[in-house]
């Protein structure tokens, strides 16, 4: 199911009925064009539902709505080459304000893009480079998956790589940090439930070390179990490097001396 729409540049949502998928898609591209932004609908198979209020909008906005095909937007042949992908989408959002637009919004149902394995991997991997671009860019986007056809897991994986999602058994997220900045941003809570996703999210977004460390901004990280801090060590530990965490979070310096954790430690921040 939907969830409302809410103000973030970049989210995940999953849905199990179009209607719901599509009122929500309106509600957010509607938004856009009062904001005075382009908006595109990507979508395999044609605008189905959206057509009508597709025309409308169109009307009232001339040049600012358009239906994208999705292999239009994602011309991927079968594999998406996650940086051509974020370049297609930075070009299109740089057209868009050479034209007078306050930036480009995007919902697109990517269900498609992510049905094997390899192509789940080349699409998180996406979403960690165009997360990173939309930070900064006048860009917003909602990336849409069928539950049914994609499955719990995988909607899982996608959705702990955005700012914001909708799965409620989600409750962390894990994305790149800026450029010159921490290796990477984690927030939310890792609890067991997050002792499968964490290593997948690490693996996708491959936060990088400097100077022997993997800074992580985890200025927005509400709880964290013996569990998560491991996975963390042994990322680390196959970096050849340490884990800082730049937390509030006392409890973490006391879990990592009851467990032995050696390879990571905290930064505290206000």
């Known amino acids: 199911m939907v969830i409302a729409v809410a103000a973030a540049k970049h989210r995940c949502w999953s849905f199990e009925d179009q209607q719901q998928f599509e009122a929500a898609a309106q509600e957010f591209l ?7 932004e382009r908006i595109w609908f990507c979508r395999a198979g044609g605008p189905g539902g959206m057509a009508a209020w597709l025309e409308q909008a169109a009307r009232a906005h001339p040049g600012a709505v358009e239906y994208v095909p999705l292999d239009t937007a994602y011309p991927t042949g079968g594999w998406l080459d996650p940086a051509a992908q974020v370049a297609r989408y930075t070009a299109a959002t740089d057209a868009a304000v050479t034209e007078g637009y306050t930036g480009l919004r995007v919902v697109a149902d990517d269900t498609p893009l992510v049905r094997t394995p390899d192509q789940l991997a080349a699409f998180a991997r996406y979403e960690t480079l165009v997360d990173r671009y939309i930070a900064t860019a006048p860009l917003r986007a909602v990336c849409g998956f069928d539950r049914g056809r994609v499955g719990d897991r995988a909607i899982a994986e996608l959705a702990c790589l955005h700012p914001h999602s909708d799965p409620a058994n989600v409750h962390f997220a894990l994305r790149a940090g800026p450029p010159g900045g921490p290796a990477a941003i984690l927030s939310g809570e890792l609890d067991p439930a997050a002792d499968e996703l964490l ?9 990088q070390p400097t100077g022997g460390s993997i800074v992580f901004d985890a200025a927005g990280l509400r709880f964290v179990d013996h569990r998560a801090l491991l996975h963390l060590h042994r990322y680390a530990e196959q970096a050849q490097a340490e884990v800082v965490l730049r937390t509030s979070l006392g409890t973490v310096d006391r879990i990592v001396d009851l467990v032995g954790i050696t390879r990571v430690r905290t930064e505290p921040v206000r």
């Open 30 to 36: 509607a938004e856009g064009l009062a904001a005075g």
């Open 199 to 207: 290593p997948a999210a690490l693996a996708h977004v491959r936060p």
